[in-house]
């Protein structure tokens, strides 16, 4: 069989597009948008070697914009077959999908306000809320486990993940010239103990291939205990000081997160209650797909939810629809916190709260999530003392806190245990979705202690299994 990638390759993290052709199949695993770094756009089609019209079905392993942010693209060129995703990963991609699709809109008219300016033609977005819906039209509703049949010869087991609501690596078994091969795409794998997800699970089963993720194969992160007890010291000398709290997050997983731990240190009188804001209807509308999904929380919150409501003791949130109400937040003095998107501060209303208040010395910024080259949280991150928002200059007297202990994704030790199920087979190991330093870090980490090399695939590069 042959897999060629179409993205999160060549030490791209974004992008992931994986299509497993076979003599009787043609799959494809994820379509996601480039996100982040130069010349993104440029990327954001379907590639001139993949024919949509010979594809058989599509699987996808989670719901964030990197993996899923292409879809509609297919659809938009004719495809019309199926669609594989669990039930909570199709809710979260429509939601993300028809808000990219918003974003372009937006966003296509100021650039053809230039372009008119300019005497050029106008443009048109990738696409648009049409094309959302007919590609979720084409999606079926997948189990844990399985198998499923998907294509011709291929049967794919969906295991959870841990990384996000629904997420799942992908294990096919793909019959071909009388045998059968296994071939394990992990999707993003989550790390162990975070509240709200179930543990991303090992595949058992012996494998020829397997994909495996490298966002952040080169450490791990800060145990996740500690960084909430840094989180709460950052919040209680805030609120001492009658601070304003910034927080750009991902509005699906870690908004949750963030809330669920707010919850928690009120209810257990760690933290005094105070204003918080959450200023993404993107985030308010996750949270209502979370609540639909309970069947995937962890013990650990199925527990809080027995005593009482979470709500009950978020009784200090306000949730802003409007741009009207997100103007408001200006003027409510701290101690107050302000959840808003985009996570890393490439778009959204958190880049109007960042030009409010980044200059003021009082303000505490917090980064909870990867912020990927050439976003202004990864400015933010490497210590910029002067950003650009919206074409104007703003100065970073802000304290920027970085919380990498709230990342979704798993660190070195966690993608090295759960890689660890599958070594015993002596499967080929190809590592995607990371940067260089991630990749070879975690390649050597294989390779000592599974004494199993592993291949960095180029983008475009087509493989043999």
């Known amino acids: 069989m042959k897999i060629t990638l179409h993205g999160a390759a060549g030490g791209e993290v974004t992008g992931s597009a994986y299509q497993i052709q076979t003599e009787r199949a043609n799959v494809l695993v994820d379509f996601g948008m480039f996100q982040g770094m130069a010349h993104?756009?440029?990327?954001n089609?379907?590639?001139?070697?993949?024919?949509?019209?010979?594809?058989?079905?599509?699987?996808?392993?989670?719901?964030?914009?990197?993996?899923?942010?292409?879809?509609?693209?297919l659809a938009r060129a004719g495809y019309a077959g199926p669609v594989f995703a669990t039930p909570a990963t199709i809710d979260i991609t429509g939601l993300i999908l028809h808000d990219s699709a918003k974003v372009q809109a937006q966003d296509i008219v100021r650039l053809n306000r230039k372009r008119e300016r300019a005497g050029e033609s106008p443009v048109t977005p990738l696409y648009d809320n049409a094309d959302v819906d007919r590609l979720l039209a084409l999606c079926q509703p997948t189990p844990y486990d399985g198998p499923v049949p998907v294509a011709p010869g291929v049967n794919a087991h969906f295991v959870e993940a841990g990384h996000l609501l629904g997420s799942a690596s992908i294990h096919l078994e793909i019959e071909e010239n009388g045998s059968t091969k296994r071939v394990v795409f992990s999707g993003d794998l989550g790390p162990k103990g975070i509240p709200i997800l179930r543990d991303a699970e090992c595949v058992r089963e012996p494998a020829n291939a397997v994909f495996l993720e490298s966002t952040y194969g080169d450490h791990d992160h800060r145990p996740f205990q500690e960084t909430v007890d840094e989180f709460r010291e950052i919040l209680q000398a805030a609120v001492a000081a009658k601070g304003k709290i910034l927080v750009p997050t991902f509005a699906v997983g870690r908004a949750q997160l963030l809330l669920v731990l707010l919850a928690v240190m009120f209810r257990r009188k760690e933290l005094p209650k105070f204003p918080l804001f959450l200023d993404s209807p993107m985030a308010a509308e996750a949270s209502?797909?979370?609540?639909?999904?309970?069947?995937?929380?962890?013990?650990?919150?199925?527990?809080?939810?027995?005593?009482?409501?979470?709500?009950s003791d978020l009784d200090t949130l306000t949730v802003t629809a409007t741009a009207g109400e997100s103007k408001t937040i200006n003027d409510v003095p701290g101690p107050c916190l302000v959840l808003a998107g985009s996570g890393m501060c490439n778009a959204g209303r958190i880049l109007h709260h960042l030009r409010q208040n980044l200059w003021r010395p009082g303000t505490h910024v917090m980064i909870v999530g990867y912020q990927s080259d050439g976003t202004l949280g990864r400015l933010l991150v490497e210590g910029a003392r002067e950003v650009s928002i919206f074409g104007e200059k703003v100065a970073v007297r802000a304290q920027v806190h970085t919380l990498g202990g709230f990342s979704a994704h798993a660190g070195q030790k966690d993608l090295l245990d759960w890689f660890g199920c599958l070594a015993g087979g002596r499967p080929q190991v190809f590592l995607t979705h990371g940067e260089k330093r991630g990749r070879e870090a975690l390649a050597r980490k294989i390779e000592e202690r599974y004494g199993l090399k592993s291949n960095l695939p180029a983008l475009e590069q087509t493989l043999e299994v």
């Not at 993949?50 to 594809?55: A, G, N, S, W």
């Not at 209502?288 to 009482?308: K, S, V």
């Open 288 to 311: 209502r797909i979370y609540i639909h999904h309970p069947e995937l929380f962890d013990d650990e919150l199925n527990g809080l939810r027995a005593e009482r409501p979470i709500r």
């Open 45 to 73: 089609h379907v590639p001139p070697g993949l024919d949509v019209r010979k594809i058989d079905a599509v699987l996808v392993t989670h719901a964030h914009l990197d993996h899923t942010g292409r879809l509609p693209l």
């Open 40 to 43: 993104a756009e440029a990327r």
